[in-house]
């Protein structure tokens, strides 16, 4: 397992949450990680990813202002800190690394190299 995603659950709107992403084996040392996530019948989307030095950093619009990421590289571990959510943000996380970097923050699934196995967030109105 190269990225072990976590910290999903149920969450109340305009609660808190935090998803946690560790990586191990190759995935270690990724230039960028980031978070997607999914909904039955939907497309995989971006959400949210940063480089490890800092030298990029994005967000979707839809989470902009509610939604930080950020990164522990001595731990090798990527977080998505969810303020304010709502039940439109329902969806299965994937946590997301990209050996190669490149700047801007890439938005698409193909550009990253390995993915967690999904972690599943669902918010009460």
């Known amino acids: 397992v190269q990225l072990q995603a976590s910290g999903g659950g149920l969450v109340q709107a305009g609660g808190s949450l935090r998803l946690s992403c560790v990586a191990s084996g190759r995935a270690v040392g990724a230039t960028i990680m980031g978070w997607f996530r999914q909904t039955p019948g939907k497309e995989r989307e971006f959400v949210a990813g940063?480089?490890?030095?800092?030298?990029?950093?994005d967000y979707a619009d839809s989470v902009k202002g509610r939604f930080t990421i950020s990164r522990d590289n001595a731990k090798n571990t990527v977080y998505l800190q969810m303020t304010s959510p709502k039940p439109e943000d329902t969806a299965v996380y994937y946590c997301a690394a990209r050996r190669r970097l490149t700047i801007p923050i890439p938005k698409k699934t193909d550009n990253y190299d390995y993915w967690g196995q999904g972690t599943l967030v669902t918010v009460s109105s």
């Open positions: 940063t480089s490890r030095g800092g030298q990029g950093l």
